[in-house]
């Protein structure tokens, strides 16, 4: 893309002194530091702690409901406890985990760097935004676990408008949680737009930004839109104004349409971040600028559009008009190709690389495999007559699963492991990060995969009890939720000890040729020593030094480079 | 005879199921090669261009040809999918005509059927006649549910406050030991409007809202039907079950709104105390006995003669079937013996 040659503002000179350089992590010391602090990395590390609690709880549900479907009947708790349980799991992964997991913690510490700036554009309102995001959590699960909520992640009424009124609450920490997303969107667009380093055109803008600024131009788009819903109920339950329920002549359909006007477009909120990461990763572990650099970032754009354009398909049995139902059905089809030309592009940035196994570029290519799983399988649902066999069945649950899961939490896990060391200045033991992807990856595919032929086969969602020809498969799908689990811990482990005794980390232990590793490692609480300026684009490996590429790696990586 | 199920999918039972079969078989293959060319691919990549010492990746081209091919390939397929989706589904939204009708109710956590046009009921089981169009119309009593029967591909919401329908044709009967399940597809709770301590006593929730789902040849429909015709289970003991189903009946049918047991005269409509056997003078200034053919006649077409000193104006017309015309027959008989 340029041609001119590098003179990247690396601080590689600074690596001998760099012990006495200030980092972000220990130029201020203090709990009370951390509470009040501006600077977006630290802000971005306490999402990735939240982040990482919420999904703990929600894998413990997970593994709940998994527990309880072994065997048919009653196998741990009974039906009502059930309910509640998988309710907490899906509000919670979506809600707490998917949805600000990526731009909240991998964002907000690598957005601004990537684009050289000092920080985010609003950085009083990025701390807010985290503070309206712990306290709209708190909400949330308070709100489900003390008021008895049962009536799973998506509280169609009217289900939900006749239980009491902590549907109310929920809806309320969801649309709290919405203001903590809305203001993280509007804060990163304005960064992009007003903050990037001399030099950064929007040609050269890393792909990992691209992803992100199209799912903040959702957030603030759709979000509203769950504030408008949650306002009718609370009007319907406390003036008795008929919205929802049809016992006072409200239409049940009505909210469904409403539900799915901001959850699908939220659907795009969780995967195009996990696609924006991996783009990264693809770049760097294979030496190579993403193929179609234009073409991927328009698709990001281009489904953040049509992803307002298909709350339908939620819909097909629900009773829509059937002229509805075609133009949905339609448009659902037209979402394939955006995500088609991701994946094809993906592949073809492998062609005539230089391709390195680290565990990143496992997520990535677990990813890749994953989400198109997961995207075939998208083909049968959009399909009205087959999607009408398949919808509310474990098909759907499985679907889901292969892409927020296999997508986003693999995108996700790949951009912890990768910039990890950038993060945290320490390196973590590659061959336990092997070991642990191995077993994620494994037992995810035996969790979802038994699903979708339970699916197929006609096994409803949801259902605390099933039929005794389900069994087998259930078995299954329980004893892959389990490998799963034990893949987490290993992670987990993995992590600690990384922090606890792990091998310091050089600048640029991958090899990369983005921006956010051109700075200190922990960064400099101003990301930068001196105002970056750009000369070539974040995958120009071409345009790179011999220095930048291949220094101070990780031993294990550096021995398997050798062989 | 049940037919076996495929590899996938459950037995195919009806006219909609081949359908729907071909189509999911075609995206499953195109499906497989799709992802045995990307993961193929990528795996070929990652092994031959795995990093090496010394080699270097090389620069990333453009391939404008490339990119628009990708993105326009995939075109075709989807429009055939959508086309194929959309034609299979309009199958199965427009009944053909005249089927045979059944009501449906769905309701925390059981399902209603009526059979129409004879109004038999019965709860969490169905039996459907064979090579025969069946159009249900559905709605729910309380919540969301959805009608969903994996043998026939078929599935619609059941929606309180409107009616959505439903229609399938059966291609095969059911054994008598393997009847269908119709399962409750949309989530639909396990306490609302009870206690969790209910509810886990009852063991009732969205998961056992099952119904047996039998498919039998018409004649075996229509006796099954007549049969479900008959008193309710509570009158059966009594000493005249068709006059107690009677009693029930006419208090169900609105009867009582306007006549009534006591004797009293001066009502809306004539007492049925002591009409039984009486003789009957009409506006017409015809007179007639009080048989089972006069109070009939007086149900199903109350104008063609009117009691003198009533106006038919106020008496609906109604048209139960054979037994419950026969029930109410016996009721009206049993008030002109009992406390005269
Ligand atoms: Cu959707
Ligand atoms: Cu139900």
């Known amino acids: ?563 | 005879m049940n037919p076996q199920a495929s590899e996938q999918l459950p037995p195919q039972m009806s006219t909609l199921a081949p359908q729907v079969d071909s189509l999911y078989y075609f995206i499953y293959y195109i499906s497989v090669i799709s992802f045995v060319l990307i993961v193929g691919t990528m795996v070929f990549y990652v092994i031959k261009y795995r990093r090496k010492p010394g080699v270097k990746a090389q620069p990333t081209g453009h391939n404008n040809v490339l990119e628009v091919a990708w993105t326009v390939a995939p075109v075709f397929l989807l429009v055939y999918l959508f086309h194929a989706g959309w034609q299979g589904y309009v199958f199965g939204a427009v009944a053909p005509s005249n089927p045979l009708e059944i009501h449906v109710t769905g309701k925390q956590w059981t399902w209603d059927f009526t059979h129409m046009p004879s109004g038999a009921q019965e709860s969490n089981a169905l039996t459907v006649p064979v090579n025969e169009p069946v159009r249900l119309t559905m709605s729910s009593a309380d919540v969301l549910h959805s009608f969903f029967v994996p043998a026939f591909r078929v599935k619609r919401d059941v929606v309180p406050g409107m009616f959505t329908t439903l229609w399938f044709e059966a291609t095969h009967t059911t054994d008598e030991a393997e009847p269908l399940t119709i399962f409750c597809a949309e989530y639909c709770g396990a306490t609302a409007g009870i206690s969790a301590e209910q509810s886990v006593a009852l063991n009732t929730n969205h998961s056992s809202m099952l119904a047996s789902l039998r498919v039998t040849t018409r004649e075996a429909y229509d006796t099954h039907v007549a049969q479900l015709d008959g008193p309710p289970e509570a009158c059966v003991a009594e000493a005249d079950p068709m006059a107690c189903w009677g009693e029930r009946l006419a208090t169900e049918m609105g009867c009582m709104g306007c006549h009534n047991t006591t004797g009293a005269a001066g009502g809306i409509a004539p007492t049925w105390r002591g009409l039984w056997g009486s003789n009957r003078s009409f506006t017409d200034g015809s007179t007639r006995e009080a048989d089972a053919n006069y109070i009939i006649s007086s149900m199903m077409e109350p104008q063609s003669q009117i009691v003198t000193g009533f106006t038919t104006a106020n008496m609906p017309v109604y048209a139960p079937t054979e037994n419950r015309k026969l029930a109410i027959v016996a009721f009206i008989r049993s008030l002109a013996t009992e406390g005269q």
Not at chain 1, 11 to 18: E, I, T, Y
Not at chain 1, 358 to 364: D, V
Not at chain 1, 366 to 390: E, K, M, P, R, Y
Request: some cysteine; hydrophobic content about 50%; overall charge neutral.
């Open chain 1, 1 to 563: 893309m340029t041609t001119e040659a590098t003179t990247a503002p690396s601080a590689h000179g600074a690596d001998a002194h760099s012990d006495d350089l200030p980092n972000y992590l220990t130029h201020e010391r203090g709990i009370r530091s951390w509470m009040t602090t501006l600077d977006h990395k630290r802000i971005g590390l306490m999402y990735l702690a939240s982040i990482i609690a919420a999904f703990f709880m929600g894998g413990v549900m997970a593994l709940l409901v998994r527990t309880e479907l072994l065997f048919e009947g009653r196998t741990i708790m009974n039906a009502d406890t059930y309910n509640q349980v998988f309710t907490l799991h899906g509000a919670i992964m979506v809600f707490l985990f998917i949805i600000p997991s990526i731009p909240g913690a991998l964002g907000n510490f690598f957005l601004p760097i990537m684009l050289g700036a000092k920080d985010v554009a609003f950085p009083k309102l990025n701390l807010g935004s985290f503070y309206i995001y712990c306290f709209g959590a708190i909400f949330l699960v308070v709100g489900i676990a003390v008021g008895h909520v049962d009536t799973g992640w998506t509280f169609y009424t009217p289900y939900s408008a006749r239980a009491d009124n902590s549907v109310i609450w929920m809806t309320m920490g969801v649309f709290i949680l919405g203001f903590s997303s809305i203001l993280t969107g509007v804060n990163f667009i304005a960064t992009v737009h007003t903050m990037r380093a001399p030099g950064m055109n929007w040609r050269r803008l890393p792909l990992f930004i691209w992803g992100i600024y199209a799912t903040s131009v959702i957030q603030v788009l759709a979000t509203p839109v769950l504030a408008i819903t949650l306002l009718l109920l609370t009007m319907e339950k406390a003036l008795g104004i008929a919205v929802f329920d049809p016992a006072i002549g409200g239409d049940p359909v009505l909210f469904q349409h409403f539900f799915w006007f901001y959850s699908h477009p939220a659907v795009y909120i969780m995967i195009l971040p996990g696609m924006a990461v991996v783009n990264e990763l693809i770049g760097t572990f294979s030496r190579r600028k993403i193929f179609g650099y234009m073409f991927v970032a328009m698709s990001s754009v281009a489904l953040a559009l049509l992803g307002f354009l298909v709350w339908g398909h939620h819909m097909f049995t629900s009773g829509m008009s059937e002229y509805s139902t075609m133009v949905f059905s339609a448009l659902t089809f037209l979402v394939a190709i955006p995500s088609g030309v991701k994946v094809f592009n993906w592949v073809a940035t492998l062609y005539q690389g230089s391709i390195s196994l680290a565990s990143p570029m496992l997520y990535a290519l677990g990813f890749i495999a994953l989400f198109t799983i997961g995207g075939v399988t998208g083909l049968f649902l959009g399909t009205l007559s087959v999607d009408i066999h398949l919808h509310d069945t474990y098909f759907v649950v499985a679907h889901f699963h292969y892409v927020m899961v296999g997508g986003t939490v693999f995108g996700f896990l790949g951009g912890l492991h990768y910039w990890w060391p950038k993060m945290t200045g320490k390196m973590y033991d590659e061959n336990w990060a092997r070991v642990a992807w191995l077993l994620v990856f494994t037992g995810f595919n035996v969790t979802f995969f038994s699903q979708f032929v339970l699916g197929s086969q006609g096994m409803p969602r949801r259902y605390y009890d099933y039929l005794p020809r389900f069994h087998n498969l259930h078995m299954t799908s329980s004893g892959g939720a389990y490998i799963l689990g034990v893949g987490f811990l290993v992670m987990a482990v993995m992590f600690i000890k990384s922090l606890r005794s792990g091998e310091k980390a050089s600048e640029n232990p991958w090899g990369s040729a983005g921006y956010e590793w051109l700075t200190t490692t922990p960064p400099h609480p101003h990301n930068f020593h001196e105002q970056p300026v750009i000369t070539r684009g974040p995958y120009d490996y071409h345009l790179c030094t011999e220095l930048e590429l291949f220094e101070g790696h990780h031993k294990d990586f550096v021995a398997s480079e050798a062989e």
